[in-house]
DNA sequence: CTCTCCCT
């Protein structure tokens, strides 16, 4: 289908009414409150008076059923014991507000709000308001990534495709080889540290390495003292109580002589490393004498005070690796210190190792455990190794690489992301991205099927790291005690952290987490030097600092990448053109012509081909010029000789091109993939990025590094929700990470645009954990449902806000996730909600809370498909591009490049008339997605075009003539597969309809989807401020400028001026899903609501009413009061109350 | 009048 037809079949029927409404020049009749409440609220839930009875039986049904099979999960209280012993008695608390939202009131309602269906049992036949729980049925739990089914060709089935309609862009679809733009990123990734032989900075560690190793052999005292005798006699059960009655309570089992279960089955292959010697015969990770700690795995893998005095490390399973390996492995510090890491890991439950990017540990530590048994069936402990990474990419070229080190097949060694797994009954070493896990902790908490768990990149900190680790610090426990009880023939299981900076301290010293220190190895890392300069002064203007320095690099120093890191898109592109025109290979073949008219000759000796030949092939030459190279250095370290060069025009001059290369997250795959070509021959590769390159992307061949020392982040004011995009500077930690991107290939250089001084006194050593600058609502919820209800008394390894806490807590009660508890005052603590079954339900899903609710009541009038469609697009973000990239990320740039000094003019010209169509274009588009639902709602523009992208089978081409990002169109789709997916498989008597071509929705469906958001942001509401402050308004044609009160937020908030509803008259009510501090408060994504819902939804946590009023008509009708503000919303009806 | 970066 030709893409107009595509649009007209999306929006013939918006445009048209948008058309008569101009004509009309009325204000849209549903921004109207005089109209309210929406006389046609009712169409959306008829409901007789016998499926109300009906609903009131089964909802009694169900409270019962819910009740008794809360008590019948006895494992399952086990778990909450673990966390907080109180838990008990709050969910007897809880117990009355089993069925979120229903009281008295409303069984007797004749009338019912059209959203309100959503918390109630309303509709029989649908599942989701059911009140059952989440299925716990007997078949497996549903894994989040088993949820996807798939072709064999590895690609993702789309659920349920009616026979009829299968054809068109479904099956174009499984033509594989999306993926293979993200593999072979892969390749040049830090995955491949292993291999690598060049690793991050020399200096400046010496003195972390030495406190260290102190801290290391305090630890081992440590384990000596710890004892716990008291225990000795107590069953489980009793201990864990006691343990738990000591607020934080869990103590690591250290000294635990008699009541150890005998042992049957010791390791049945030792091998003896120093036979005669007496304890300690060990060595430490650092070499030194190490006590055996008296742990009970230390007793489990000894056996007895005979078979202490044997290493209890063997090699139990032959690996066969290639040669080529085998020998690149040796040249691995870590590889020498497999018995020590080893002996730690089976003497203790919990170890962390430290070592810094190149030491290989990620590669090498799994295949230390799947030597000695790990993961192997019938072993000591076949449960597979499981590894977490923070990133997708990092996930699946790790799997792949460890494969072939091991000479494995991929479902042995496997991987499982989000939208892709090769897991496989035979599975032994499982690396998964820390999502993936934490959601297998959801449907089975003592992760049975592995026997340890390794946490990598701990250091990065992020949120789904460190929600892992605290969890992770409870399973251990429980493991190692229902093995003593010998319950249900349990491993223990075992737990490492990895991380890449010596900062352990917020996990080995923590003893909430861990009672008794961990062990910490340190490994080596073989590196280059890289050379730090600082700036004398730290000039504001950054960017052009930059530009500065880049230039006298490129002009002065030896061969060699350069790569600059900036804060955002914008500023790369301004430097990247910059760059360009001096340097660019047309700027110099410019220069060159002009050069060459006067004098014909010269032009074919480069002085720079010398070098470039010499230094092309490293090694001596190299040396000899890195001589050279530092007294260049000094000078480029002198602002104030650089002056005067500018000045003298000295030194800026370079006849050897650069090859540009921005990079930044929002690129295309395969602009992205530009850093990993090779520059044509004789060019410099210029790399200009973001942060994407301090981690998640290693560009090969960097011996320059420009470093801002700043980054745009993303500011949560944790009161109101308030986001900013903030750029500040960076930590001690990330400079160093950068610095080291100059080191991997060879020794480097690394220019600073900061002062030593500023550095040393203004820059914080690490960065802020994720878990404290983010809304952590999700986390909160996800916790709950594994029953661990008081999140306060959590394990985190650094804690967040107590304000978020509450925060998060006061928004899933709004949405009716938590139980509803009247705020005691005096104690805060005594209000947490509990979990409903609504939101027990809403966990199951994969995606923000507020989303979960939308698709949670998304089931009425056919409406799920689209709010599957739209929750999915908002968790994936804006796909739009923008005004301002539109020439950039054209392919105008190539074209310009190829172009002779002849037509350039011409050229220019057509260039130009290109980009004004382009532009218009683009605004056309625009306004045809914006059109959908008559310009109400923001959502529906993205709407709008997913639904265009899945009619046209989605592609490249549909992307750019839509002007939406391919990438995150592409993850739309899978995520809506994933949700439709998990729809069908955790409800079966729900028809989720999914439809490869989705009809657009029709009026009706469009007024149920804003309710729906209303729903999901019935906490984020915007007033007109003319509305509460009563003044009378300006007539006003757009919402530009019109001052909005939006919950929670003090300040006047405004409408983004990039939101549709920014060119339509001002709505007087709307939902939001941000809000965004620049040069104002703005407010995007924002749908227009009818206050009516808003009262509706909002009950009880958010409205409450005025007593019954007769109005002039002789109604009964009531004031709605909404929000902490108590807003008054227009007067309702007194029975729809 | 704007978009650092990841993830279930």
């Not at 650092?286 to 005095?309: H, Y």
């Not at 690149?328 to 990017?357: H, S």
């Not at 309710?1011 to 999901?1016: C, F, I, K, R, T």
């Amino acid at each position: 289908m030709p893409p107009g037809q595509v649009r007209e079949a999306y929006n013939a029927k918006g445009r048209r009414s948008t058309a008569g409404s101009r004509k009309r020049g009325k204000r849209k009749p549903e921004y109207r409150p005089e109209e309210q409440p929406d006389p046609n609220a009712e169409i959306l839930l008829p409901q007789s008076k016998d499926a109300k009875a009906k609903e009131t039986k089964e909802r009694l049904r169900q409270e019962t059923l819910t009740h008794k099979e809360l008590q019948d999960r006895s494992e399952d209280k086990e778990v909450r014991k673990a966390f907080d012993g109180r838990s008990e008695k709050r969910k007897r608390h809880g117990d009355k507000f089993a069925v979120h939202g229903l009281d008295t009131e409303d069984s007797q309602d004749d009338e019912i709000f059209a959203t309100e269906p959503v918390t109630r049992p309303s509709h029989p036949q649908v599942i989701f308001d059911s009140g059952i729980p989440p299925p716990k049925n007997d078949s497996k739990p549903p894994a989040v990534g088993s949820a996807l089914k798939r072709n064999s060709d590895g690609s993702i089935v789309m659920p349920k495709i009616s026979k009829t309609k299968q054809s068109g862009w479904d099956r174009k679809r499984s033509v594989p080889a999306k993926e293979e733009s993200d593999t072979s990123f892969d390749s040049s990734d830090s995955a491949y540290d292993s291999t690598d032989d060049t690793v991050d900075l020399s200096g400046g560690h010496e003195d972390f390495e030495t406190g260290l190793e102190d801290e290391d052999k305090e630890d081992s005292g440590t384990f000596l003292e710890e004892s716990r005798p008291e225990k000795k006699k107590l069953g489980f059960k009793d201990w864990a109580v006691k343990q738990l009655s000591v607020a934080k309570g869990y103590n690591f089992p250290t000294q635990e002589t008699d009541a150890i279960p005998p042992v049957e089955n010791p390791p049945t292959k030792k091998r003896k490393i120093e036979s005669s010697t007496n304890l300690p015969n060990m060595r430490g990770p650092l070499g030194e004498d190490l006590q055996i700690p008296k742990t009970t795995l230390a007793n489990q893998v000894l056996g007895s005070e005979q078979r202490a005095k044997v290493s209890p490390y063997v090699k139990a399973v032959a690996v066969k690796r290639p040669p080529s390996i085998e020998e690149a492995r040796l040249l691995l510090p870590i590889v020498a210190e497999e018995q020590p890491i080893m002996e730690a890991i089976l003497l203790n439950p919990v170890v962390i190792i430290c070592g810094e990017t190149g030491s290989g540990k990620t590669t090498q530590v799994p295949q230390f455990l799947y030597e000695s048994g790990f993961g192997t069936p019938g072993s000591e402990n076949p449960g597979m190794i499981g590894i977490t990474q923070p990133r997708r990419v990092a996930a699946v070229s790790m799997a792949a690489r460890v494969a072939h080190e091991l000479s494995l097949t991929s479902s042995r060694v496997s991987h499982q992301i989000r939208y892709d797994a090769t897991v496989s009954p035979s599975t032994s070493i499982k690396f998964m991205t820390d999502g993936v896990l934490l959601r297998e902790l959801a449907n089975d908490f003592l992760l049975v099927r592995y026997s340890v768990i390794i946490i990598d990149e701990a250091h990065e900190r992020s949120m789904n790291t460190d929600i892992l680790i605290g969890v992770l610090s409870r399973v251990v426990k429980l493991r190692e005690e229902m093995w003593k009880e010998r319950k249900d023939d349990v491993k223990p299981l075992r737990l490492i952290i990895m991380s890449a900076t010596l900062r352990v301290s917020d996990f080995a010293d923590n003893t909430t987490l861990f009672s008794s220190r961990p062990p910490v190895i340190n490994v080596a890392a073989r590196q280059h030097p890289v050379t730090i300069h600082f700036s004398r002064r730290t000039s504001p203007n950054y960017v052009n600092e930059a530009v500065r320095k880049a230039t006298k690099i490129h002009t002065r120093l030896p061969p060699g990448g350069l790569l600059i890191f900036l804060t955002g898109q914008n500023e790369i592109i301004g430097a990247c053109r910059k760059l360009e025109a001096k340097f660019g290979k047309k700027a110099l073949d410019l220069k060159k012509k002009n050069r060459s008219r006067p004098s014909q000759q010269g032009a074919d000796v480069e002085p720079e081909d010398l070098d470039l030949g010499n230094f092309d092939q490293d090694g001596l030459a190299f040396d000899v010029d890195e001589n050279m190279d530092q007294e260049d250095l000094e000078a480029l370290d002198s602002d104030d000789e650089q002056n005067l060069d500018e000045e003298l025009g000295l030194g800026e001059d370079s006849d050897v091109p650069m090859h540009i290369v921005p990079l930044y997250s929002l690129l295309s795959s395969e602009k992205q993939m530009r850093v990993f070509e090779p520059p044509p021959p004789g060019c410099r590769l210029v790399v200009v990025s973001t942060n994407v390159a301090e981690t998640s992307l290693t560009i090969p061949g960097i011996r320059y590094v420009v470093d801002c020392g700043r980054a745009k982040e993303r500011r949560y004011d944790i009161a109101n929700g308030i986001q900013a995009f903030q750029i500040s500077w960076v930590s001690k930690a990330s400079a160093a990470q950068r610095a080291g991107r100059a080191g991997r290939t060879g020794p480097g250089h690394c220019y600073r645009l900061y002062s030593s001084a500023l550095f040393e006194h203004h820059f914080e050593e690490f960065s802020t954990p994720e878990i404290q600058r983010m809304p952590i609502e999700g986390v909160v919820l996800q916790m709950k449902s594994m029953h661990i209800d008081a999140v306060v008394n959590f394990p985190f390894p650094t804690s967040p806000d107590k304000i978020a806490m509450r925060k998060a807590e006061k928004t899933l009660t709004h949405l009716g996730a938590l139980t509803f508890a009247t705020p005691d005052v005096k104690n805060a603590l005594s209000s947490v909600g509990q979990i409903t079954d609504l939101g027990r339900t809403m966990a199951l899903f994969p995606v923000s809370p507020r989303f979960s609710r939308m698709l949670v009541s998304g089931q009425q009038h056919d409406c799920l498909p689209y709010i599957i469609s739209i929750v999915s697009a908002m968790s994936v973000g804006d796909p739009f591009l923008y005004e301002e990239v539109l020439g950039q990320d054209g392919s105008d740039v190539e074209n310009d490049a190829e172009s002779s000094l002849v037509n350039l003019r011409s050229d220019s010209v057509k260039a130009k008339d290109a980009r004004n169509l382009k532009r218009k274009a683009f605004f056309q588009s625009q306004h045809m997605h914006s059109s959908l639902g008559s310009y109400s709602s923001d959502v529906f523009k993205v709407l709008s075009v997913v639904g265009g992208y899945e009619y046209a089978g989605g592609g490249q081409k549909f992307c750019s003539e839509n002007f939406v990002r391919p990438k995150a169109m592409e993850e739309i789709h899978k995520l809506r597969a994933q949700i439709s997916n998990i729809v069908q498989t955790n409800f079966p008597g729900v028809d989720a309809k999914f439809a490869p071509k989705l009809p657009p929705p029709n009026e009706g469906q469009l007024k149920v989807l804003k309710q729906l958001l209303a729903a999901g942001f019935i906490d984020q509401v915007a007033v007109r401020k003319i509305r509460i402050e009563g003044a009378d308004g300006v007539q006003v044609s757009t919402s530009k400028g019109v001052p909005y009160k939006a919950m929670g937020i003090s300040e006047d908030a405004f409408i983004h001026p990039s939101s549709v509803l920014a060119n339509v008259p001002p709505p007087d009510y709307v939902i939001f899903s941000e809000v965004i501090r620049t040069s104002r408060i703005f407010l995007k994504g924002v749908t227009v609501v009818n206050p009516s819902w808003l009262s509706a939804l909002g009950k009880p946590s958010l409205c409450s009413f005025s007593k019954p009023l007769k109005n002039n008509v002789g109604t009964v009708v009531m004031i709605p009061q909404f929000g902490p503000d108590r807003w008054e919303l227009p007067a309702v009806k007194a029975e729809l109350r």
